[in-house]
Each structure stands twice: as structure tokens, then as C-alpha cells.
């Protein structure tokens, strides 16, 4: 767990030390002690050792006891999903 908001991560290691998921990016949404971060990662295919294509995930933490624990997590698994979201947004609070 972290104790700071800069600290957190989604980077990935199996039992082995490789990478399975890796951070690309990282956006602070709010802070607090509810935190949402949006992540831009890649994850490994174990077959391959290839990463794939970018994805998004947008996490909650809480603090508690002094540490960030992760609430809850969405993720958009595409481009097009992510581009998909982003219209409607730009649609909805455009002014």
C-alpha cells in the first residue's frame, strides 16, 4: 500500500519479476483522502512477452489508516471505447 498519492501505481510484477503491467502514465484527478487517478498502462501477453495496445483505467483510492487502499476501478479497454467516452463528455459539458 502507499502512504503518498505520487507513489501509487498499477505496474504489475508475476512471481517471476517480469513486468505484466506497465504504467505508461499517470493523471492525479483529485486528491484527498478519496483520491481518483487515471492510469495509462499496457499489459504483457504471457504467450508472446509483447505488450499490447494502451488502455485506460481510472482508479478510486481512500485513505485510511495512513495508507491508500483502491476502492474501485474502471477500465476502457480500447481506443475506440476511449474515444467513444471522450465524445459523449465533450458532447454533454461543451458549452
Known amino acids: 500500500m502507499a502512504e503518498n498519492i505520487e507513489d501509487i501505481t498499477?505496474?504489475?510484477e508475476d512471481e517471476t519479476g517480469r513486468l505484466i503491467v506497465k504504467?505508461?502514465?499517470?493523471?492525479i484527478l483529485t486528491r484527498g483522502s478519496w483520491t481518483t487517478?487515471?492510469?495509462l498502462y499496457q499489459e504483457m501477453d504471457k504467450k508472446t512477452g509483447d505488450y499490447g495496445?494502451?488502455?485506460?483505467?481510472i482508479r478510486r483510492y481512500r485513505k485510511l489508516r495512513g495508507e491508500f487502499r483502491?476502492?474501485?476501478k474502471f477500465n476502457i479497454s480500447n481506443k475506440k471505447q476511449a474515444l467513444a467516452i471522450s465524445g459523449i463528455l465533450n458532447k454533454w459539458f461543451s458549452d
Do not use: T
Not at 504504467?23 to 493523471?27: A, H, N, R
Not at 495496445?53 to 483505467?57: F, G, Q, R
Open 10 to 12: 498499477i505496474n504489475y
Open 23 to 27: 504504467e505508461l502514465d499517470k493523471e
Open 37 to 39: 487517478i487515471m492510469f
Open 53 to 57: 495496445p494502451p488502455k485506460v483505467s
Open 70 to 72: 483502491q476502492q474501485s
